[in-house]
């Protein structure tokens, strides 16, 4: 039972460069997250999705993008990367939207030098 | 403008204790509470959940309180044990909202 894949664990981008997170999973839930998480600082929500084809923005979505084709991927891009981006980024999912719990995937460190 | 505060500073506690953790919020009326752990290089885990009309909620050696006039949360690990070292964070929502999470308390428990 895999739960929330995220690919790459670790990555370098040089200022500039563009790339994509990705994420799945293999529960069918419908509502899925990008967090980003500094030292101290807590999750922050970058992007939501509902369902296939329904995305909205968090609380920080300046510089990334997402899209939902299907139940299963949520796939996280980056556009121009800054070394503000620099963070670990956090994939999760859950049921519905007062069903409870988050399931987090294990994150993916983003270095932008 | 909301607010969610954990202690920032790591609790030292010695193994066979009781760790209280502490999560305050300010201009929020959540409908519910959670709490997280997270392992270091490890995505979050869910812990429990207490809604707005409960007042304790356990699990285990586990406990959280909710007290709403307070605008607190306490987290109670009873008996604790050097495998509960690591962050708990905790998160609100109002109903059918984002959850909003707090930066997280790091808990040393020492042999």
């Known amino acids: 039972n895999a739960g929330v894949t995220q690919t790459p664990k670790f990555h370098i981008l040089k200022i500039g460069q563009s790339m994509t997170l990705q994420c799945t999973q293999d529960?069918?839930?419908?509502?899925m997250y990008w967090y980003r998480q500094d030292p101290g600082m807590g999750l922050k929500l970058i992007y939501y999705s509902v369902g296939a084809g329904i995305t909205d923005k968090g609380e920080v979505p300046n510089g990334y993008n997402v899209s939902r084709s299907t139940t299963e991927d949520f796939p996280l891009r980056l556009e121009l990367a800054a070394p503000s981006q620099t963070s670990v980024y956090f994939c999760?999912?859950?049921?519905?939207?007062?069903?409870?719990?988050?399931?987090f995937g294990e994150g993916s460190r983003l270095t932008v030098l | 403008s909301q607010k969610i505060e954990q202690n920032s500073e790591a609790l030292n506690i010695q193994e066979g204790k009781t760790a209280t953790l502490t999560c305050n919020y300010t201009n929020y009326s959540p409908a519910y509470l959670q709490w997280y752990r997270q392992d270091p290089g490890r995505g979050p885990v869910f812990l429990l959940l207490?809604?707005?009309?409960?007042k304790e909620k356990r699990k285990e050696r586990l406990k959280v309180t909710f007290d709403t006039t307070l605008k607190q949360s306490l987290f109670h690990i009873t008996a604790s044990q050097p495998a509960d070292s690591a962050t708990y964070l905790c998160a609100l929502a109002r109903a059918g909202n984002m959850l909003t999470f707090g930066g997280g308390t790091r808990l040393m428990v020492k042999p």
């Open positions: 207490i809604r707005e009309n409960e």
């Open positions: 999760a999912s859950r049921p519905g939207r007062n069903t409870g719990e988050l399931f």
């Open positions: 529960m069918n839930h419908n509502y």
